[in-house]
């Protein structure tokens, strides 16, 4: 089975989903807030790992195998599924002033990241691919990046409300 087919639904919960909850969501999951210094380089590095993902994904195929390893590939890739769904769906309900606080989110400042890594992850261990595990660690280094711009971002429009949540809740676990 080619691995492209692991997208679709990844692509139908992280555009479909969001459009169905809260259209002006898909504008807010899109805004990149302005980056200084190395946040500009990352930028760049995440929007080639993401494009190499997706190409990467285009030619390789899943290893259909009753072994653990595809088992358990199965079930990360599930539980990544599972986590974009309710991260997507937190984040289409914002509180009032913007803050997302419900759901996922009073556990972690950014589960729709995490299950991001979550489902590639899933998708390295269907693959058994090392290039597409290479690919998934920068995308993943580059997206730290592009989190702390975003949080500097948030204190500056949020304040000490942002302030107090970055204080109880974890950035990623």
Partial sequence: MNSFLLLIPFLLIRYGLLILLNKKSVKRAAYFPPRVGAEKFAHWIYQISTTAIFLCMLVLSVKIVPTELFYAGLAVYAIGLALCILSVSNFAKPAQNGINL?????????????????????????????????????????????????ERWCVQEFGDEYLQYMKKVRRYL
Avoid: D, K
């Fill in 102 to 150: 419900n759901g996922l989110y009073q556990f972690s400042r950014n589960p729709m990241y995490v299950s991001y890594f979550v489902f590639f992850i899933g998708c390295v261990l269907l693959t058994q691919s090392l290039l597409l595990l290479g690919l998934v660690l920068v995308y993943q280094i580059a997206t730290h990046w592009l989190i702390l711009s975003e």
